[in-house]
């Protein structure tokens, strides 16, 4: 009988520890981590951070040592089990909306979908619905998740394409790490009046807030560090030195806000169809009408999955109206000169 007790006690548990935990993170101490502190284990083993650690703590069975609750100071011994459990959260001021997702990858810790233009990443003033936060959370609600909405990167409004989201708070610990390291690979496609100066090449300018505007970004001496690469791909109306328009591979070595839209005006090829950083009295009504919005899409996304340490790529096809003016770039040219792809 208490045998039965026991075991149902145990099951109970286990439910008790589903509902309110995410799947814990799980270490074995080996031998050459043996005698040191827990938290020194956590942070050699799985990277996590004293932001984490100090939350998980708080709860009964967020930081356990063979299931029993530890500071993070305590020793461990060979053989041990340390398990990391955070609470689970929603985003309870997101509106879930029953909205349309393009889902690319997902699985208990990630999500990754295709954005289209003229959908906002978060809920922002004026705009509290609508966004790829209320169809996420409302995708997550129907599937019974109880997960709160981290994104990884975000993408301007009018930016299709890619974009990451983080499933819980060590995932997007660990993917925010990896993309300030340089190795989160981030690939855009844009279509830009005229022509790069050269086939390819760097654009390694600082980016600022505009003083005088600060809601725009402007290059300046004074500001942060900004590093864009490109590689023209396709050249309508004629080769480099006379281009009408060329499609731009691009990777991003930094990520400011606009960083593209800034440095490829800086360059003399600002984005068909940018209203902010566009070409003014050159631009091409045809081509601007057609896109209705800038011509810049998040083509895509490398990365390590946190947990499995997987290699993992997403891409994200051109959108209906870049291949539209992509056929009107083509019908404007007498011919489109290929120029190699960007591997």
């Given at each position: 009988m208490k045998?039965?007790?026991?075991?149902?006690?145990?099951?109970?548990?286990?439910?008790?520890?589903?509902?309110?935990?995410?799947?814990?993170?799980t270490?074995?101490?080996?031998?050459?981590?043996?005698?040191?502190?827990?938290?020194?284990v956590?942070?050699?083993?799985?990277g996590v951070?004293r932001?984490?650690?100090?939350?998980?703590?708080?709860?009964?069975?967020?930081?356990t040592?063979?299931?029993?609750?530890?500071?993070?100071?305590?020793?461990v011994?060979?053989?041990?089990?340390?398990?990391?459990?955070?609470?689970?959260?929603?985003?309870?001021?997101?509106?879930?909306?029953?909205?349309?997702?393009?889902?690319?990858?997902?699985?208990?810790?990630?999500?990754?979908?295709?954005k289209?233009?003229?959908?906002?990443v978060?809920?922002?003033?004026?705009?509290?619905?609508?966004?790829?936060?209320?169809?996420?959370?409302?995708?997550?609600?129907?599937?019974?998740?109880?997960v709160?909405?981290?994104?990884?990167?975000r993408?301007?409004?009018?930016?299709?394409?890619?974009?990451?989201?983080?499933?819980?708070?060590y995932v997007?610990?660990q993917?925010?790490?990896?993309?300030?390291?340089g190795?989160?690979?981030?690939?855009?496609?844009?279509?830009?009046?005229?022509?790069?100066?050269?086939?390819?090449?760097?654009?390694?300018?600082p980016?600022?807030r505009?003083?005088?505007?600060?809601?725009?970004?402007?290059?300046?001496?004074?500001?942060?560090?900004?590093?864009?690469?490109?590689?023209?791909?396709?050249?309508?109306?004629g080769g480099?030195?006379?281009?009408?328009?060329?499609?731009?591979?691009?990777k991003l070595?930094?990520?400011?806000?606009?960083?593209?839209?800034?440095?490829?005006?800086?360059?003399?090829?600002?984005?068909?169809?940018?209203?902010?950083?566009?070409?003014?009295?050159?631009?091409?009504?045809?081509?601007?009408?057609?896109?209705?919005?800038?011509?810049?899409?998040?083509?895509?996304?490398?990365?390590?999955?946190?947990?499995?340490?997987?290699?993992?790529?997403?891409?994200?096809?051109?959108?209906?109206?870049?291949?539209?003016?992509?056929?009107?770039?083509?019908q404007?040219?007498?011919?489109?000169?290929?120029?190699?792809?960007?591997?």
């Amino acid at each position: 009988m208490k045998d039965a007790e026991g075991l149902k006690a145990v099951e109970g548990l286990k439910d008790e520890l589903l509902l309110r935990y995410y799947k814990p993170l799980t270490v074995t101490v080996s031998e050459q981590d043996a005698g040191k502190e827990v938290r020194t284990v956590l942070e050699r083993r799985l990277g996590v951070s004293r932001k984490l650690l100090s939350q998980v703590k708080l709860t009964e069975h967020g930081l356990t040592l063979n299931e029993e609750r530890v500071y993070t100071t305590a020793k461990v011994s060979a053989g041990d089990i340390i398990r990391v459990r955070m609470e689970r959260e929603q985003s309870d001021d997101i509106l879930p909306q029953d909205l349309p997702l393009d889902i690319l990858f997902e699985d208990e810790d990630l999500l990754v979908v295709n954005k289209p233009a003229g959908v906002i990443v978060h809920p922002t003033h004026g705009h509290y619905t609508g966004t790829l936060a209320n169809g996420v959370v409302y995708h997550w609600l129907q599937r019974g998740e109880k997960v709160r909405f981290r994104p990884v990167h975000r993408l301007d409004e009018e930016t299709s394409g890619v974009v990451a989201i983080a499933k819980t708070g060590y995932v997007h610990q660990q993917l925010s790490e990896q993309m300030q390291r340089g190795e989160v690979d981030k690939r855009y496609l844009a279509y830009v009046y005229g022509a790069p100066p050269a086939p390819t090449g760097v654009v390694d300018e600082p980016i600022d807030r505009d003083p005088e505007s600060p809601h725009i970004r402007i290059v300046t001496p004074t500001g942060y560090p900004s590093l864009t690469r490109y590689e023209a791909v396709k050249h309508f109306g004629g080769g480099p030195g006379e281009a009408a328009a060329t499609l731009v591979k691009l990777k991003l070595e930094t990520g400011r806000t606009h960083q593209i839209r800034v440095h490829m005006k800086h360059l003399g090829c600002p984005l068909i169809g940018d209203k902010m950083y566009g070409a003014d009295a050159n631009e091409i009504t045809a081509w601007e009408d057609c896109v209705n919005r800038q011509a810049l899409h998040a083509a895509s996304l490398g990365f390590v999955h946190p947990l499995t340490g997987e290699k993992m790529e997403f891409h994200a096809p051109l959108p209906p109206e870049l291949t539209a003016l992509e056929a009107l770039l083509k019908q404007h040219s007498k011919h489109a000169s290929n120029v190699r792809f960007w591997t």
